[in-house]
């Protein structure tokens, strides 16, 4: 086992790892059928939004039913910015910092707050956002919603839209990932992580509670406007459905059944929310609630710790009969490469922008 | 001295694993790369000469699941049946064998557009799908495919613009064609009448009034006096039907008759729906029960304010009094307003008339499904229970009594028809 570790740790495998997941990103979308494409880059889309959860769920212990309201809203802002031919990266920081905004002042008022209040607070964003996107109808289409096709792959690149769509979802999805792996890794993530477990001794620590609860509630809202752009990029149209209670629901149930507090555990969560509902089409397109509902059941009772926490699990099954599971080796570099990415991404402002915060 | 190495193994090893993976993209999707809009000569998928495939994606669960359920359990009944005929004879001469392949879509959009993904390349066209952001998602990616979207479950006006959507076709007239049938029968009555509008938060209220407002422009003896409107999620109107009975309104139009069918407008529409249709008299023991309908409203529905009379004796439970305009309303002495409107629409939309006596039972019948009254065959009951007081036999007052507090259970069609049969 320890040479496993051992093996893992040697920085030519983690590079190698590394290099081979870059690699998979940019010829993966060549290769694939369409629809895999496309669900690939779903997956992505629902994957950052459940990144920002388990930021202030997973790593600072914050219940928020409010996440799919920043999704709406990046999505109603890039629609609209879009709409109104803004050049697209401008779209795309509004997209980030509108959401960021609002989760802001939502959070300075929630986070005072103390436990379970502010799930309460925070259950109140979906619910005012559906009614709020059917009469600000200028702005939103009204509950007809509003198209933004945007991301059509342009000519030079010979690409199709579906390969062009996924490269932009992983491009983006991927810095997401970075950035926020090295948040929570980092000092940050360690006053995430004391603010979870225990807020007098944070208090006692000089950290303040109160700051890094806003913070990680406002990282969780641009992760939610994040992905909010990125599904218009591959869905294109945002509607008041799309900010539907019931969502908020389903991806808090994605980052627990992907894995609470965990990077890798977010993406999980995404193919969760994604898969799971197409597979249950699959197996009886009138059964998919029961089926979901089953699904669910079943990953909570096996695996507690969620998705994530299956190769532990084997590798522990493996320990016990004193060997190691061929996959959990093959599993041991790919988790390590995704630490050997700090080095190659340093902090950037945006992140030390958010300190102000 | 060791990293340098490293990392020339390591860019090799980036370098080896290009190649190889550029190799393979190379080989991937060549037979279509070359020519992405020749796709004329390639046959339609979905459809042979013996077999054509049409996909639905519409809910199948969630809050909207009961017509999204009927719609698909409607259509695989009726081309299973026409299959095992033989199948359907297509206007180019072959005979062919319709199969469905349907999907959930939760009414999620998202969902809606996966579902598409998922079944473009296997259907001909796409079908019968329910709600007006489930079938926008993917209108756009539709055309740009040439995947048809036809004979779809919604309202929206942007799927009947050929040249806004030249691959789509709605099913369901649009909801301002509809409101606008209920502005003209308005208009077209005798008499001054105040309108107390209360409409859906959404396309379909606001199509429905935008209708109704258009076809009443030039009529001077209609009035709008008040407009409000309830979420299609909400479970109580009282507020809103109190406040619009304050208004003193003879009318009360509302886009109602289809929330009773869209799920979660179930508990809506049973209050407005016998706000209208089945208001009890003060002292009724049985009124009040099944139903909350403000008092107010009584006296408003009722000729403008008037008091309705106790109701006393073997007669209980038939209306006494009805309000002024209704009566007046041509044509159709003592049916009550929303069956004029069932009608009517009934009448336009098929092509019935009303003075032939096969065609008018016919829509008393479309009448009193639309109530709720699943499975009534004698829809002359409707008329004889209001207006002739006929001794109501067994299966009679049953259904009254369904009537009365199952309007309540009208999500659930099933319960109705089972107690009724």
Redesign the interface.
């Known amino acids: 086992m320890s040479a496993i570790a051992a093996f893992a740790q040697k920085p030519w495998v983690r590079w190698t790892g590394v290099a081979l997941i870059v690699v998979l990103a940019i010829v993966l979308p060549l290769i694939l059928p369409e629809l895999a494409n496309t669900t690939i880059a779903r997956v992505g889309v629902f994957a950052v939004a459940v990144l920002g959860l388990n930021v202030v769920m997973g790593y600072t212990g914050q219940v928020s039913l409010g996440q799919i309201f920043f999704v709406g809203l990046g999505a109603y802002v890039t629609a609209y910015g879009v709409g109104q031919g803004w050049n697209i990266l401008l779209v795309f920081v509004l997209a980030c910092l509108i959401p960021a905004a609002v989760g802001l002042l939502v959070a300075l008022a929630a986070a005072r707050l103390g436990g379970l209040a502010i799930a309460m607070v925070t259950i109140a964003l979906p619910i005012v956002g559906v009614p709020l996107a059917k009469r600000l109808s200028e702005f939103t289409g009204g509950s007809e919603g509003v198209s933004a096709r945007f991301s059509a792959a342009p000519a030079w690149t010979g690409l199709y839209d579906d390969q062009w769509q996924l490269y932009i979802v992983l491009l983006v999805g991927g810095i997401s990932f970075l950035l926020t792996r090295n948040l929570v890794r980092g000092k940050y993530g360690r006053a995430f992580a004391i603010v979870k477990d225990n807020e007098s001794v944070a208090g006692s620590m000089g950290i303040s509670p109160y700051r890094y609860k806003v913070l990680a509630f406002t990282v969780a809202s641009l992760l939610g406007g994040v992905s909010g752009f990125l599904y218009m990029v591959v869905i294109q149209y945002t509607s008041p459905e799309t900010l539907n209670f019931g969502h908020s629901i389903t991806l808090l149930a994605s980052m627990v059944i992907g894995g609470a507090g965990s990077i890798i555990g977010s993406l999980l969560g995404g193919a969760y929310y994604v898969l799971v509902p197409q597979l249950t089409n699959l197996i009886d397109p009138g059964l998919t609630a029961v089926l979901q509902g089953a699904i669910l059941l079943a990953v909570l009772f096996l695996l507690p710790g969620g998705l994530v926490s299956l190769p532990r699990l084997w590798r522990r099954a493996g320990r016990r009969r004193g060997d190691v599971s061929p996959r959990a080796a093959a599993s041991a570099p790919v988790a390590a490469s995704a630490s050997a990415d700090v080095s190659i991404h340093p902090p950037t402002e945006s992140q030390e922008g958010r300190q102000d915060t | 001295m060791s ?1 340098h190495r ?2 020339l ?2 860019m090799s ?2 370098a080896g ?2 190649i190889v ?2 190799l ?2 190379g080989c ?2 060549g037979g279509d790369s070359g020519s ?1 809009s020749g796709g004329t000569s390639a046959p339609s998928p979905g459809i042979t000469d013996t077999s054509i495939t049409l996909g639905i994606t519409t809910p ?3 809050p909207t699941a009961g017509p999204g ?1 009927c719609t ?1 359990a409607g259509i695989t009944a009726y081309f299973g049946a026409k299959n095992a005929d033989g199948g359907v004879k297509f206007g180019d001469g072959k005979t062919r064998k319709v199969e469905i392949k ?3 879509d ?6 809606a ?3 598409y ?2 079944l473009k ?1 296997s259907v001909f066209a796409m079908t019968a799908g329910l709600g ?3 079938n ?6 539709a055309i740009a495919d040439k995947v048809p979207q036809v004979l779809i479950q919604t309202g ?1 006006p ?1 799927f009947s613009d050929s040249t806004q959507s030249p691959w789509q076709l709605g099913f369901v007239p649009i909801y301002q064609n509809e409101g606008a049938a209920f502005g003209k029968l308005l208009a077209a009555s005798s008499g001054e009448h105040k309108v107390a509008i209360l409409s859906q ?4 209220g ?1 199509g429905y009034v935008e209708g109704f407002k258009s076809a009443i422009k030039d009529a001077s003896n209609i009035k709008i006096v008040k407009e409000l409107t309830y ?1 299609a999620t909400d479970t109580s109107v009282d507020a809103q039907l109190t406040e619009l009975a304050g208004t003193g309104a003879d009318v009360d139009h509302a886009a109602r008759d289809l929330v009773a069918a869209e799920g979660p407008g179930a508990q809506v529409a049973a209050q407005l729906v016998p706000s209208v249709e089945h208001v009890q008299p003060e002292g009724d023991p049985r009124a009040g029960r099944g139903v909350r309908v403000p008092r107010r409203l009584h006296g408003v529905i009722r000729e403008g304010g008037r008091k309705p009379r106790v109701c006393k004796g073997p007669r209980c439970g038939q209306v006494p009094g009805r309000p002024q305009a209704v009566r007046e309303l041509p044509r159709h002495p003592g049916v009550p307003a929303l069956l004029v409107e069932l009608h009517d629409r009934r009448h336009a939309r098929a092509g019935l008339r009303e003075d032939d006596p096969a065609d008018a039972r016919r829509l008393h019948e479309a009448a009193a499904h639309d109530l709720g009254l699943h499975g009534t065959s004698d829809a002359r009951w409707h008329v004889g229970r209001h207006d002739e007081g006929r001794p109501a036999g067994r299966l009679d007052r049953h259904r009254a009594e369904v009537q009365r507090q199952g309007l309540r259970e009208r999500g659930d069609l099933r319960m109705t028809t089972a107690s009724l049969t």
Do not use: H, M
């Open positions: 990293t490293t990392r193994r390591a090893v980036v694993i290009g993976a550029l393979v993209a991937a999707r992405p199948l669960s969630g359920t698909v349907a999907l959930d939760a009414y999620d959009p998202q969902k557009a996966a579902n993904d998922q390349d007006t952001p489930t926008r998602a993917w209108r756009e990616a929206d942007i938060n959404d396309d379909y606001k979420e």
